[in-house]
């Protein structure tokens, strides 16, 4: 069965804290593929990234950078001196059985200035 | 381009009556789904389509009917709505590749509010 689990429901930091959000996934497939994105309080769903089953090298983009660690089935997403534009609610998601994609439940990350 | 859009925006239905979600896209995608979004719950699959002519089960596809009649469009119903058919409704189309930087990239409409009393 497939599953995506982010525990953090929702966190809050004060503008330019460093910030981890936690994704764990669960997955049959040897070949998946895992991806983070965004929605801002406008509603829109905004892709972040996208990361293949044999690609385990960490990724970082600007202030975002992100750790996958098949070991521990984790795809966990840091976000380096938080801006108050940061927040949102992010998704983590699985693709699974060629064509189906799980979301997780989300983080609602909320920066205070 | 639009991108993807959803029409209608925002839908007021009484239990029992019926409606049709539509979703349009026009960047030439095989792949088109319907999730619904509920607080604290995610995304959920309600059905999807590999291209025209073609549909598929999600995860929730009970009181859900799709079609694909076109491959630039891809319609929701709701034969005899429920309240718990209350949900925001996104819909996402992506290409099928297997290589390149924007594979299985999903592109999400701007999503349409349902609220059935």
């Known amino acids: 069965a497939q599953k995506v689990t982010q525990a953090q429901t929702e966190i809050s930091v004060v503008e330019k804290e460093d910030v981890t959000l936690d994704c764990v996934y669960e997955?049959?497939?040897?070949?998946?593929?895992l991806f983070w994105y965004k929605q801002p309080p406008s509603g829109e769903l905004v892709f972040l990234i996208r990361r293949n089953s044999f690609d385990e090298q960490n990724e970082i983009s600007g202030r975002y950078s992100w750790n996958f660690q098949k070991s521990t089935s984790s795809f966990n997403f840091t976000i380096t001196a938080s801006q108050v534009v940061d927040s949102a609610v992010y998704f983590c998601a699985l693709k699974y059985n060629f064509n189906k994609f799980y979301f997780g439940s989300g983080t609602k990350l909320n920066v205070k200035p | 381009n639009a991108g993807v859009t959803q029409t209608p925006k925002f839908r007021v239905l009484k239990t029992g009556q019926s409606m049709t979600l539509l979703c349009a896209q026009d960047m030439n995608h095989e792949y088109m789904y319907w999730y619904r979004q509920d607080p604290g719950m995610g995304l959920r699959l309600i059905h999807y389509s590999v291209g025209e002519g073609t549909t598929a089960k999600g995860e929730v596809p009970d009181g859900y009917n799709v079609s694909r009649l076109k491959k630039q469009n891809f319609l929701l119903g709701l034969e005899s709505a429920a309240p718990s058919q209350t949900s925001v409704y996104f819909c996402a189309s992506k290409h099928p590749g297997t290589s390149g930087e924007h594979t299985d990239t999903q592109y999400f409409g701007p999503g349409t509010r349902l609220t059935v009393l």
């Open positions: 997955t049959r497939d040897t070949t998946y593929y």
